[in-house]
């Protein structure tokens, strides 16, 4: 499903040349569910972000479903991440002043879905917010504004979900809750890929790859049977 | 979900500065609408007034015809006179159908100061669409009021409650009476606002024995009325100019005071307009977290373009249509406002609505709106939405 070989990713900060990723090669497979870790600034969310089609690398080759994305042009990148990848964000980012249900909706307005509002119940439901569909986030507690994220990410109906840190401002508790919603969503069928601090919930997944300077150091994937 | 309901989210979110933006073009285009539906009905005030008149040519003294005419409209003293016997005169030539004698001047009666014009028979010939109840004036001290001064001073004087009786006024520092004999019925012009009496009686009364101020003339053929202009002035001392000169010249003075003005309100309108880009900016800062997650969240740079373009566009459409509102009700009010400033104005009310106006007052705002929001809109559109997302 995401193919990524030799793949470099160097950015200017003021004067001083960063380089965030060196020469990264790794493959997913279709449904597949992996932790990425490793200490702050060693390009995680970068590998994330380049996964996710904001950003491209400076070389080296990605594909995703077999498509090479290295050098796509901005209007199909967006048409590409639009259908392909749904986003799960540590700050969660809703739309304050829209409902639940409305949050879930906006995906599916910019992709021109006339059937949002059925849809966006539904996803709801299916991660157990039911009855908060009219709430705004302001009355909603931290794991319940999560839980509405990872609905919106699912609202185009991708094949692979991207998290940055999604239980970094949640309490234990409901950070094991959201991983199990994940887990839930990876078993329906969606690759889920989660970038985290948390390495206790990460050794819970199948497969943990770790990322130190910009190189990945380690990728363990958990035997069938030991899981 | 659709456009219009994010774009409302997103101006209801900044109530105030949403509602500041909106005055200021507001106040912009109520001005804007004010003054094309005044200039308007002024025009139009002024060409129906001047049709009252009923002569095509005024002859006055040599001067500035202008200014004669302007104070004749405004009921005031006029420098210069012309010999009486001008009348015969212009009455002999070819083209003349009617040439009616005026003498203009003004008395003082319950505190107030009212035209006093002086004519012969001769000016029913102009004034055909005239209804007098009662009768022309006939003898020395006789006159007829127009509706307006009749109902005026039957409500506020002891003395005159109707045809026959009289009312006592100051003239040029004398005393005198002067006997009701006939009402005018209601023209709708200044003919309301005046007294008519003979001839002779606003000679005396005015100082003015054997004078004239103006001569009134209808002509046989219209298109004869150049070369008639050419054979009154060939009287010496003698100036003439065309009721349609008159209307002319008051338009070209009214388009350059307008252009003026027309001028000073687009600046305010460019001024409205930069607050406006203001706001926006503003709005595309605050919201650039938020951009940077729509992006991700499958946003197009040109639903993004479309979505800020859209607000901008929406503060300044409102803004001239509640402009337009407002502008509506001054307008009305305009008659009170302008009387103020212009010594010469039509009777009745200038204020008319027209939806010239309002197209005018909404679609300027508009075109500005247009241009201050596509810069904050473009920019919006083209935020890398990784360091979007990265921003506090």
Redesign the interface.
């Known amino acids: 499903m995401i193919h990524i070989e030799n793949l470099s990713k160097t950015y200017r900060r003021g004067q001083e040349e960063v380089r965030a990723l060196v020469n990264v090669s790794l493959n997913v497979e279709a449904g597949e569910f992996l932790a990425v870790v490793g200490p702050s600034g060693s390009g995680k969310s970068t590998l994330l ?1 380049i996964v ?1 089609l ?2 491209r690398p400076t070389s080296g080759r990605i594909s995703i479903a077999g498509k090479p994305c290295e050098k796509l042009g ?2 199909e990148a ?2 590409l ?2 259908n392909t990848i749904g ?1 799960v ?1 540590q700050q969660f ?1 809703l ?1 304050p ?2 409902t639940a249900l ?1 949050n879930v ?7 021109g879905d006339p059937a ?2 059925e849809k966006a119940t539904e996803l709801l439901h299916r991660v157990g917010l039911g009855n908060r569909l009219l709430h705004l986030p302001s009355q909603m507690s931290g794991g319940e504004i999560q839980r509405v994220a990872v609905a ?2 699912l ?2 109906n991708p094949s692979i979900l991207l998290a940055d840190e999604p239980t970094g401002n949640l309490d234990s508790r409901t950070a094991e809750d959201i991983f199990n919603l994940l887990r839930e969503i990876n078993q329906a069928g969606t690759t889920v890929i989660v970038v985290t601090h948390n390495t206790e919930l990460a050794a819970s997944l199948p497969r943990t790859i770790t990322i130190r300077d910009g190189k990945v150091i380690a990728d363990v994937k958990k035997d069938a049977s030991a899981a | 979900m659709n456009l219009f309901t994010i774009v409302w989210d997103g101006i209801r979110r900044r109530k105030i500065r949403s509602a500041l933006s909106i005055l200021g073009i507001t106040i912009a285009a109520t001005a804007l609408f004010s003054l094309i539906a005044l200039k308007q009905g002024y025009e139009q005030g002024m060409q129906a007034e001047l049709e009252k008149m009923g002569a095509q040519i005024v002859a006055v003294a040599k001067g500035c015809p202008y200014e004669a005419i302007a104070v004749i409209m405004t009921g005031g003293q006029v420098p210069a006179t012309l010999p009486e016997d001008v009348v015969e005169q212009i009455q002999k030539l070819p083209n003349v159908a009617s040439a009616s004698p005026n003498v203009y001047g003004a008395y003082k009666y319950l505190n107030l100061s009212h035209p006093l014009i002086g004519i012969t028979s001769e000016e029913l010939k102009l004034k055909s669409w005239w209804k007098i109840q009662g009768r022309f004036p006939q003898n020395f001290g006789e006159v007829v009021l127009g509706s307006v001064e009749a109902k005026m001073f039957a409500d506020k004087s002891n003395e005159f409650k109707g045809i026959g009786d009289s009312i006592t006024v100051t003239v040029g520092g004398k005393t005198v009476p002067l006997k009701v004999v006939g009402i005018l019925e209601t023209t709708g012009s200044k003919d309301d606002y005046s007294t008519y009496t003979t001839l002779q009686t606003a000679q005396d009364l005015l100082n003015l024995q054997g004078r004239v101020v103006a001569v009134n003339i209808r002509v046989k053929d219209i298109g004869g009325v150049p070369a008639t202009i050419e054979d009154i002035e060939a009287i010496p001392d003698v100036q003439a100019v065309t009721v349609a000169q008159v209307l002319g010249t008051i338009r070209n003075l009214v388009q350059a005071g307008q252009s003026t003005l027309f001028l000073v309100l687009l600046v305010a309108l460019v001024i409205g307009g930069l607050g406006t880009m203001n706001t926006m900016l503003m709005a595309v800062f605050e919201r650039t977290r938020e951009i940077g997650l729509m992006k991700a969240i499958g946003a197009s740079r040109w639903q993004i373009f479309r979505l800020f373009f859209s607000e901008g566009l929406a503060l300044c459409f409102f803004g001239g249509l509640f402009g337009a509102g407002i502008g509506s009700v001054t307008t009305l009010m305009g008659d009170v406002l302008l009387k103020q400033f212009v010594s010469v104005m039509p009777t009745g009310s200038v204020g008319q609505l027209s939806w010239y106006a309002v197209a005018v007052s909404v679609l300027f705002p508009v075109g500005v709106g247009i241009l201050s929001t596509l810069y904050p809109a473009l920019r919006a559109a083209g935020l890398n939405p990784i360091e979007a997302l990265r921003n506090e």
Do not use: H, I, K, W
């Not at chain 1, 909706?105 to 992709?111: D, G, H, I, T, V």
């Open positions: 972000n996710g904001l950003d901005t209007r967006e048409l991440r639009r986003f964000f980012l739309v002043t829209m409305q909706m906006l995906p599916m307005y910019f992709a949002a509002r919106r990410a609202a185009n």
